[in-house]
């Protein structure tokens, strides 16, 4: 079966993206990477790390030291597709990303996001 060509992507080349689309709503870079630490389980370092090196989303995800056992309450839609019904790990993965990204840029409170 063909790989999606997302998981071929640079993480880093998403990532700016991130960050634009949550400042066009008033919210930062530094909330965009506590939501990347608390479902990935990398460090700033770590994080800073795998941006240098370009990895790919597949390898990001593969290396990420703790995925977050809470991620799991991540419901909703993205990209008119239920998060929770996605079979593919790295693709869910990545949407359970795409849908704290856009919590944020909805407003939506830091411990609501983070599941707490």
């Not at 790989?3 to 066009?24: E, W």
């Not at 597949?58 to 809470?70: G, K, M, R, V, Y």
Request: net charge positive; aromatic share 8%; proline share 4%.
């Amino acid at each position: 079966m063909k790989k999606h060509p997302i998981y071929t992507m640079s993480f880093a080349r998403v990532y700016p993206l991130y960050i634009t689309k949550v400042g066009k709503k008033g919210r930062t870079k530094a909330e965009v990477d506590e939501i990347i630490r608390w479902l990935t389980g990398y460090n700033q370092e770590e994080l800073e790390a795998q941006l240098e090196k370009q990895t790919d989303f597949e390898t990001f995800f593969a290396q990420a030291p703790q995925l977050n056992p809470s991620r799991s309450l991540i419901k909703g839609l993205i990209c008119g597709i239920r998060v929770e019904d996605i079979q593919e790990p790295i693709m869910r993965e990545i949407r359970y990303m795409d849908k704290l990204i856009d919590e944020l840029a909805r407003g939506k409170a830091m411990e609501k996001i983070l599941r707490k």
